[in-house]
């Protein structure tokens, strides 16, 4: 029996599954790994314990529970976390940690870029948002601060990258990985030279471009024996997680969107053109020439409840996170929809889209004396998925979104898609399968094993039910509210900068 | 549900579960002086409180219970009201008779569990202290469904109580062990332990030591460790020990015995065996290919 295994290089941890040909889980493992915090918006990962976490997490599982029960492995298929950059010197070895997605120590070159006039056109051709994120900055921040590392530096790498190439010796990157940087062009498919330009390197510095179908690749032999695979095992380079991840939830009819909110969140849409937004607030990644994954991430989404359920939540039974978060949601709904006008602005981590604003911190406002508790526990719930509204309604000018489809342990708690049902007035069903990363890594190696004939078709292999329905009244009461959330979100930049200034200068 | 009290040998209902010894819903009026005083040596008590507000004591422990929470009290476990006071509420309770098999309590016999998850689930009720109360959701649920079952014996309904008594057994042992292994709290602790072991990595490790670093016993530790970063504790320490050492061939002219023992293996001969099972190359090899680059 063949057997399908997928490798994800997460945030904080390697997790790889393996599946049967028909979709069907056989097992999966995880490895963690740690993020390094060694100055303030530093996030650094070190990638030979990743691939080391990898090579283990594969290997004990191959060992342990794929070979035992007679599997042979079809294919091996990659997906990683975005933006990450990794400089490699001659030798492919690591000069320094990958810098995470999370990095924000490029802040200053990112601001000077996007109020440039170069900083729009980038953004149009590259489809990613000017943000310490973007690879693209980065590179330029290590050119003014480390102009040894610079100079050292034979390639940028991403983290998938430093893994495929030290499993099989090539230096590759997907179209994926590579829509995420800010060097690549979205609309003919190649390094961009504006980007290039910009950050000061030329093409030889970044791996080659291949398609996330790729699998014109050798393990090198002692890795076939290590994990006893043969030689007929092949290697998908694969895609980004945010793509597989919209991939395994199967959306891909041009009016629908997808919720994702775990710690953090995102929306996305899915079609066969960018979309290009004048004020740069949304993301276009490319999974094929014919399928760009829009949308917009937030940072504050299922964290912002943890943090209020950690200060607030009830803990008389020995704290449990997971207790004290129902007993919240429980006194949530001894409250009418718009929390009788308190409102939360959730953005105790800065804000990515659509305000794109590290400046910003969270805010509860229009309290009066009546308010109690419990209005306070559902305005922080309906602030974060406001959040969330203002990325569709920053979509709105774009794409017609007709329904919604959830993942993320935040988002599918039954009180919260009720509640995102309602503020966006749209239908939503809860995506069941958990792992959609995994599932995306599995129907791309299906395709290239000639299971589906397409993408299109792989995708409608996941059926969605209609889960709730939107209740109209709420609707109209979260829309007045949300009005006010969307006013003061802008309104209060300026006041967001100087709290934030001030926090940095007293932070001991 | 409306008030009962059933137990075994005067009860009909409970003629064909000779393990249920008693099972019964009250509403308790008065406050009740020194009535409250159990130690049952072969008895597994299961409390669930309706409403009111209960201050009890098991070993000593104080315990307070509201609505929806559920006690299981462990046989030879003393329980208590505070005070020796029974407070004024509605409460259900259920006593299981466990048999003893080589020592080991068990229910293994009517409930379908196996021997294995059976020392388990003891095991770990034993070993949370100031775990065995909690919110169990769906456990009024499941008590007024045996009850509804216990009255009516419809076809299948000895199979579908005995499934359903496995089931609060289940449910309360996967909670606690939830509580146990509750991934928020601790990414922090886990960050401290990972830093400790870099700062020092050619040191012996034990988990003993390492269990100390993150304040726990060593077992909760190493589940603890396994469910959050998937590997057992001396594993993980291997992960960076290997890790480093790659970094090391990659980069200076040490020797290789040299960084066998900087990272914390015993011998170049230690170093060279777990970094051939886990790359498939010997540490000069994966130098030599290095070089070869």
């Not at chain 1, 740690?34 to 594969?58: A, G």
């Not at chain 2, 609505?67 to 004024?88: A, C, F, H, S």
Request: charged share 20%.
């Amino acid at each position: 029996m063949n057997c399908i295994i997928t490798i994800e290089m997460g945030t904080n941890a390697v997790r790889i599954f393996a599946f049967k040909i028909d979709g069907t889980l056989i097992d999966s493992a995880k490895g963690h790994y740690p993020t390094f915090h060694d100055e303030q918006d530093y996030s650094e990962q070190d990638p030979e314990q990743m691939f080391i976490t990898m090579l283990y997490v594969l290997k004990n599982l191959l060992i342990e529970k794929i070979h035992p029960q007679k599997y042979r492995v079809d294919s091996i298929c990659f997906s990683a976390s975005m933006h990450s950059l990794l400089a490699v010197d001659k030798k492919g070895v690591p000069i320094g940690n990958a810098i995470t997605w999370a990095d924000n120590r490029g802040k200053k070159e990112a601001t000077d870029l996007k109020n440039s006039a170069l900083g729009k056109e980038i953004y149009s051709l590259t489809g990613t948002p000017i943000h310490p994120m973007s690879p693209l900055v980065k590179i330029a921040w290590i050119r003014t601060n480390l102009p040894d590392r610079f100079k050292k530096t034979w390639k940028f790498l991403s983290i998938k990258s430093y893994i495929i190439q030290q499993l099989t010796g090539e230096y590759l990157v997907d179209q994926s990985i590579a829509s995420a940087t800010g060097l690549f062009n979205i609309h003919d498919l190649q390094w961009e030279q504006k980007s290039l330009d910009y950050a000061g390197i030329n093409i030889d510095k970044l791996p080659a471009l291949c398609e996330v179908f790729f699998s014109d690749l050798k393990l090198r032999k002692e890795y076939l024996n290590t994990l006893k695979l043969d030689t007929g095992t092949r290697i998908i380079v694969g895609s980004s997680d945010g793509c597989m991840a919209t991939l395994g939830a199967g959306i891909w009819d041009g009016d629908k969107a997808t919720i994702t909110i775990e710690d953090s969140g995102a929306l996305r849409v899915v079609s066969d053109k960018p979309i290009h937004d004048e004020k740069q607030r949304l993301f276009n990644y490319v999974l094929t020439n014919q399928h760009i994954i829009s949308g917009g991430p937030t940072n504050n989404g299922g964290l912002i409840f943890d943090w209020f359920n950690s200060q607030f939540g009830d803990s008389k039974t020995g704290f449990n996170m997971d207790l004290a978060a129902e007993g919240l949601i429980e006194e949530a709904t001894e409250v009418p929809a718009g929390s009788n006008g308190a409102l939360f602005l959730p953005y105790l981590l800065g804000e990515r889209a659509p305000i794109w604003d590290a400046n910003a911190r969270g805010v509860y406002f229009g309290l009066n004396i009546r308010h109690e508790r419990k209005h306070l526990v559902r305005a922080t719930l309906e602030g974060i998925i406001y959040g969330i509204y203002n990325i569709g309604q920053s979509m709105k000018a774009h794409r017609n979104i007709e329904s919604l489809s959830l993942n993320g342990s935040f988002a599918t708690i039954p009180f919260c898609a009720q509640m995102i049902s309602d503020i966006f007035n749209k239908p939503v069903g809860i995506i069941s399968e958990r792992n959609s990363v995994g599932k995306g890594a599995f129907l791309l190696s299906a395709i290239n094993m000639g299971i589906y004939k397409d993408i299109d078709e792989a995708a409608k292999s996941v059926t969605l039910p209609v889960d709730y329905k939107p209740n109209k009244q709420n609707h109209k009461i979260y829309n007045q509210y949300f009005k006010v959330f969307e006013r003061l979100s802008v309104k209060l930049a300026d006041e967001f900068e100087a709290i934030a200034a001030l926090q940095q200068e007293n932070a001991s | 549900m409306n008030q009962f009290q059933l137990q075994q040998g005067t009860s009909k209902e409970l003629e064909r579960f000779p393990h249920m010894i008693e099972f019964a819903l009250k509403r308790i009026n008065t406050l009740q002086l020194d009535e409250f005083y159990q130690e049952a040596p072969d008895l597994v008590r299961v409390y669930y409180i309706v409403e009111g507000k209960f201050e009890w004591q098991v070993q000593e422990q104080n315990y307070t219970l509201y609505p929806g929470d559920v006690l299981l009290v462990l046989p030879r476990q003393k329980l208590t009201g505070q005070e020796r006071i029974l407070n004024v509420g509605t409460l259900c309770w259920l006593k299981i008779k466990v048999t003893n098999s080589s020592n080991k309590p068990t229910i293994s016999q009517w409930s379908g569990i196996t021997h294995p998850d059976m020392q388990r689930i003891w095991y770990i009720l034993n070993t949370q202290p100031g775990r065995s109360t909690m919110k169990l959701k769906d456990a009024g649920a499941l008590f007024n469904a045996i009850y509804v079952e216990l009255i009516n014996r419809e076809i299948g309904h000895h199979a579908r109580i005995n499934a359903m008594l496995a089931e609060l057994f289940i449910q309360f042992t996967r909670n606690i062990m939830k509580q146990g292994t509750s991934t928020r709290d601790f990414p922090q602790i886990f960050l401290k332990l990972d830093q400790a072991l870099r700062h020092d990595l050619s040191h012996q490790w034990t988990v003993e030591e390492m269990a100390a670093i993150a304040d726990m016993g060593t077992t909760t530790f190493t589940e603890k460790v396994k469910n959050y970063s998937g590997f057992s504790p001396l594993n993980y320490l291997i992960n960076i020990r290997v890790s480093e050492a790659i970094k090391q061939l990659k980069k200076c002219d040490a020797n290789v015995t040299e960084i066998a023992l900087s990272t914390g293996f015993y011998s170049s001969q230690h170093f060279a065996t777990t970094f051939k099972k886990l790359t498939g190359y010997t540490p000069s090899q994966f130098r030599k290919k290095n070089l070869s680059e």
